[in-house]
């Protein structure tokens, strides 16, 4: 069984920093892609930033400069560095783990960002 923990949501004021944490139980390696995706009051999920088991990383246009996913296949983590952050960075940002068939889904953690 799959299970992904977040980590690091918090309140900051805009132009500070972030980092989420994303701890996999489970063999890592199995996952073809790793990712975060967050979702703001009344709106749909969205991608923030995924990254392969081949290290290929993809950016949403509007974090891209800013955000930096990156992954530690020893500690079974991804993490996603948030930097310079906008009051439109507000939202629960949740952690995705894709294998050749399946996804997983953690339970999300807050960030909220003051202006």
């Known amino acids: 069984q799959v299970q992904l923990v977040e980590s690091g949501g918090d309140l900051v004021q805009a132009g500070g920093s972030l980092r989420l944490s994303c701890a996999a139980s489970?063999?890592?390696?199995?996952?073809?892609?790793m990712g975060w995706y967050r979702q703001a009051p009344g709106k749909q999920r969205e991608l923030v930033a995924t990254?392969?088991?081949?290290?290929?990383?993809n950016y949403a246009d509007s974090v891209k400069g800013r955000f930096t996913i990156s992954r530690d296949n020893a500690k079974k983590t991804v993490y996603l560095q948030m930097n310079s952050l906008r009051p439109e960075d507000t939202a629960v940002y949740y952690c995705?783990?894709?294998?050749?068939?399946?996804?997983?889904w953690g339970q999300g953690t807050q960030v909220t960002v003051s202006s």
């Open positions: 995705n783990a894709k294998k050749i068939v399946g996804a997983y």
């Open positions: 489970g063999n890592i390696f199995s996952f073809t892609a």
């Open positions: 990254i392969t088991s081949g290290g290929s990383t």
